[in-house]
Every structure is written in C-alpha cells, then in structure tokens.
C-alpha cells in the first residue's frame, strides 16, 4: 500500500499540472461564425453553389462556404478553414463549382441565350443557375456588413 501510494501521488500532481496543457490554440482570425440560405431568384440555390465573402478594405481575409441540397450555407475563412468570417463588410460572389474549370464556368454562352426565341436572356447565368454578374468584386452589387452579433444572414440573388 505504501508503494502504491508513493506512484500515486506523483502522478496525480503531475496529472493536475498538466490540465492547462491541453487547451484549444486557435490559428485562424477572430471569426463570427454565420450561416443561411441562398436563393436564386426566389428559389433555394443547388447544391455546390460556392459563396464568397469578398473583403471590401483592409484587414479581412476571404470567406468561403457552399450550398447543401436545401440551398443552406456556412463560411470558413482563410487558408485554415476557421469556421465563421471576420467582422467588416464584404461583396457576395457566387458560382457554381459543379460546372467546371473556370474557363467553362466564365463561358456559359449556351446558357445566355432564351431557347425560344434564340436571343440572349437579360440575366446572363454563371453555371447555369447563378447571374454572371456575381462572378467577380467588380461586377457584384451585392453588398454585406457583418457584426459580431451576425449569425443568420439570407442571400438572394437575382
């Protein structure tokens, strides 16, 4: 017993100390952690529809998300993933990852043209579903600011 209780007391003192170690690094930005749903035209997006949170300034990094199957979203920032986005405002970009390389994805002529009447539609698509005009920062007129108390945030495309 006394063995016993010379191995254990050590041991326990060191498992104590050792309760601080563990503790959770974060290696991301401080990040709002926000999700939603996209809809195109009044309708929930597809799935594999890529969100970006584009930085309008300095001081935020990029945030990307993508759609599920109900059009539902949620943002990781940075190149480690850090769920959520960082507060500050941002322009909303938007594609379809499921149509390709970027070459294809920016040349969706078929797309733009009314099967009717053979004429290009007024809304040019990126993808298929997604406007062209959210396919870059210069062309989105889709504008977000986020909080800290931002959790839910609905994006519509038309």
Known sequence: MKNTMKLFIPLLVLSVSCLGC??????????????????????????NIQITFHPIGEGQQTATGKTDGNGKYSLFTGRTGTPGVMAGKYKILARDIDAGDDESYMDQTEDNVDSASGSESSTPKVGGEI???????????????????????DIELK
Do not use: Q, R
């Open 22 to 47: 563990g503790a959770k690094k974060t290696n991301g930005p401080a990040t709002v952690k926000v999700t939603g749903t996209v809809s195109v035209n009044g309708s929930p997006a597809k799935e």
């Open 131 to 153: 406007p062209e005009k959210y396919s870059s920062a210069e062309t989105s007129d889709h504008e977000v600011e986020i909080t800290s108390s931002t959790t839910t945030l």
